[in-house]
């Protein structure tokens, strides 16, 4: 799911192996689960649909989506032949959930530019543009 989350369009930019061995991308899910950590899997029978994780990164190791140490960064995937289905809308209404539960303040993401159908997603979730590196924004949701 991480590696179909940052090829989102469909082009192999990266291969799983890359994925896994990226630091950069690693920070993301390495040692899954540690406290603090959140996250889902959308399955149907034992087909994975989606899934979606998040955790707070520290400003020393960022990822693509900062705000502040204490605002944990999403990542979201929804496997090509089930988006449009509402997965991914489940899948970010509970992780939301799950953030407020745990006492988060917000959580944040970065979105590419093209990815329109993400974006607008995230926007009928309450998130907002905070700001802006490279071709991606930096979205914010309060809880």
Known sequence: MLLLAFTWDGT??????????????????????????????????????????????????PGYGYVADDVPELGMAVAPAHRGRGVGSALLAGCLRQARATGRRAVS????????????????????????DGGSDTMLREL
């Open 109 to 132: 993401l970065s979105v590419e530019d093209g990815n329109s159908a993400a974006r607008a997603l995230y926007v009928r979730h309450g998130f907002v543009t905070v700001g802006r």
């Open 12 to 61: 192999p930019r990266f291969t799983r192996e890359e994925v896994l061995a990226a630091d950069h991308t690693a920070r993301y899910l390495g040692g899954w689960r540690r406290p603090g950590d959140l996250g889902l899997v959308a399955v149907d029978g034992r087909t994975p649909l989606g899934a979606i994780w998040a955790r707070a990164l520290p400003a020393a190791t």
